[in-house]
């Protein structure tokens, strides 16, 4: 490896790891941080898109590994731009609507943000189910988020091998949170 290829995955691994904390800063400041939105203005069609994007997104992962393992580099490369394309429309998004609008829970039939006994029995072990996937998603995407970014380091800088051992791992944790975005929100959909 030449010091200009050193040199250049030292700046990547940097950059990955400002844009992660970044991100989860970010994300940490959206449940504090609320601004009202001008009168007549509503982040409502948000949910469903992201709900698109994350399953677009789990479509093309799906799309990468086919190249990958038909050893087409550049079809698989391409495909991965795209998620993370994707990955960053979805979370400036996600960022915008939770900053801007009162979180929807669970169970919440009237919509008053407090959910009553009544609400909760309706509801049963689903909101359980609800809370686990929720949480799996919110949990692995936090922690797999910088591992996909040091994950494509690795590929695009030609560590192919570094990138294929991190790859095993970190791919099927991106796919589960692409996967669990629309779960979560075919989930929550009755109670927007």
């Known amino acids: 490896m030449t010091a200009s290829n050193t040199t250049q995955i030292k700046k990547l691994n940097t950059a990955a790891w400002i844009v992660s904390a970044l991100v989860l800063f970010l994300v940490a400041l959206m449940r504090e941080l609320k601004i009202p939105l001008p009168e007549g203005v509503d982040f409502g069609f948000l949910p469903p898109f992201h709900a698109t994007v994350n399953a677009i997104t789990a479509l093309v ?6 190249f990958i393992k038909q050893k087409n580099i550049e079809r698989h490369r391409q495909m991965i731009f795209l998620a993370l394309g994707l990955s960053v429309v979805f979370l400036l998004s996600y960022v915008t609507y939770h900053i801007t609008t ?9 919509g008053n943000g407090v959910l009553s006994p009544e609400e909760l ?3 049963g072990g689903t909101r359980t189910l609800y809370l686990v996937v929720l949480l799996t998603h919110i949990a692995l995407a936090a922690v797999g988020f910088p591992f996909i970014l040091f994950t494509f380091v ?11 051992r991190m790859a095993r791992w970190v791919y099927p944790v991106w796919l589960y949170v692409a996967i669990t975005g629309p779960v979560c929100y075919l989930m929550l959909m009755p109670y927007y």
């Open 154 to 164: 690795r590929g695009y800088t030609m560590q192919v091998e570094k990138h294929r």
């Open 61 to 66: 992962l799906l799309a990468a590994l086919y």
């Open 121 to 123: 029995a309706a509801v």
């Open 102 to 110: 009162p979180e929807t829970l669970y169970g919440d039939a009237d």
